[in-house]
């Protein structure tokens, strides 16, 4: 019988600093919403974190723009409707940037395991990474208040 086991999940971790309109990213809520344990290290979920913040801000860059024209400092400062305390505007970016993080770290922890197993698990991770990425662009669909569309070409 063998165990094995996880490295222990970290209890501090550095808040990422966004660019001041967008929310800064607490990595370890991040790690509570994924469920992510200490296999991720704190480099690897802060190097994905700043991936899917650039990501996300660069989709979002014109909304950004547009709001500070107008006088707003802040995603949370942009009128819409509270959830819990919460701007939905700031609920949305959220989810964006925790599901690019989560979808990036499935592709990149895909080959951890190369036995028999894991080849028949990477199927059902690929499908969690297209389900991940589409969360993310409903998101920022949502977010910008614009419809959901998917078209499939046959």
């Given at each position: 019988?063998?165990?094995?086991?996880?490295?222990?999940?970290?209890?501090?971790?550095?808040?990422i600093?966004?660019d001041g309109?967008?929310p800064?990213i607490e990595?370890l809520?991040?790690?509570?919403?994924?469920?992510?344990d200490g296999?991720v290290t704190?480099d690897?979920?802060?190097?994905?974190?700043?991936?899917?913040?650039?990501?996300?801000?660069?989709?979002?860059?014109?909304?950004?723009?547009?709001?500070q024209?107008?006088?707003?400092?802040?995603?949370?400062?942009?009128?819409a409707?509270?959830?819990?305390?919460?701007n939905?505007k700031?609920?949305?970016?959220?989810r964006?940037?925790?599901?690019?993080?989560?979808?990036?770290l499935i592709?990149?922890?895909?080959?951890?395991?190369t036995?028999?197993?894991g080849?028949?698990?990477?199927?059902k991770?690929?499908q969690?990474?297209n389900?991940?990425?589409?969360?993310m662009r409903?998101?920022?669909?949502?977010?910008?208040?614009?419809?959901?569309n998917?078209?499939?070409?046959?």
């Open positions: 019988m063998s165990f094995l086991s996880n490295p222990p999940t970290p209890t501090e971790e550095a808040i600093t966004n309109f967008f800064d990595p809520k991040l790690r509570a919403f994924a469920r992510l296999t704190v690897r979920l802060t190097y994905s974190i700043l991936s899917a913040i650039a990501s996300v801000n660069a989709e979002l860059w014109q909304f950004k723009s547009s709001q024209q107008l006088g707003i400092s802040t995603l949370a400062a942009v009128p409707d509270q959830i819990a305390g919460v939905v700031v609920i949305h970016y959220l964006a940037v925790y599901s690019a993080v989560q979808a990036d592709e990149h922890y895909r080959d951890f395991d036995t028999g197993a080849d028949k698990a990477a199927e991770l690929e969690r990474t389900d991940l990425r589409r969360n409903w998101a920022i669909s949502d977010l910008l208040a614009i419809r959901r998917t078209v499939e070409l046959i």
